[in-house]
């Protein structure tokens, strides 16, 4: 049998919904960062984008297990002296939300080329509400 091999042209994305209420952080985004490379599918190609559009809602209700709310810490740095600025998760969830998510998966995805144009198709909100009605996602249970 003959492997197919995927054309950019012959890509085919759907749009997903997942609401993260009471999910594990980890979990939760290990199986979008699946979804956003497209290995759900039988036609994945590593080389080629061929991954699906995720929304999630209530992207600030997820939970996560142990002490990682005050011991989770989110670093960056300003490349001047002195310039480490820290963040534990508890003030980024007060702060920024649904970055705590967009990090998560962002650091599950492979580092090359493809990572940026993958994560544009995550879309996090932090109500119930979104845009999204019209390109009709599907609801799924991670």
């Known amino acids: 049998m003959k492997t197919k091999v995927l054309k950019k042209n012959e890509v085919e994305r759907t749009w997903y919904l997942v609401d993260a209420k009471d999910k594990v952080l980890g979990r939760l985004a290990s199986r979008i960062a699946v ?10 190609t590593p080389h080629i984008d061929c991954g699906d ?21 989110y670093y960056s740095h300003s490349f001047y002296p002195g310039g480490l600025k820290q963040i534990n998760l508890s003030q980024m969830l007060k702060k920024n939300p649904e970055k705590a998510i967009y990090h998560a998966v962002s650091g599950m995805l492979p580092k090359n080329r493809l990572r940026a144009r993958r994560l544009k198709r995550l ?6 509400e979104h845009p999204h009605k019209a390109q009709a996602p599907k609801e799924i249970e991670l």
């Open 53 to 73: 559009f995720v929304v999630v809602v209530n992207a600030d209700k997820f939970r996560v297990t142990g002490k990682k709310m005050q011991d989770k810490i």
């Open 35 to 44: 979804i956003l490379m497209g290995k759900h599918k039988p036609q994945y």
């Open 123 to 128: 879309k996090l909100y932090i109500g119930a």
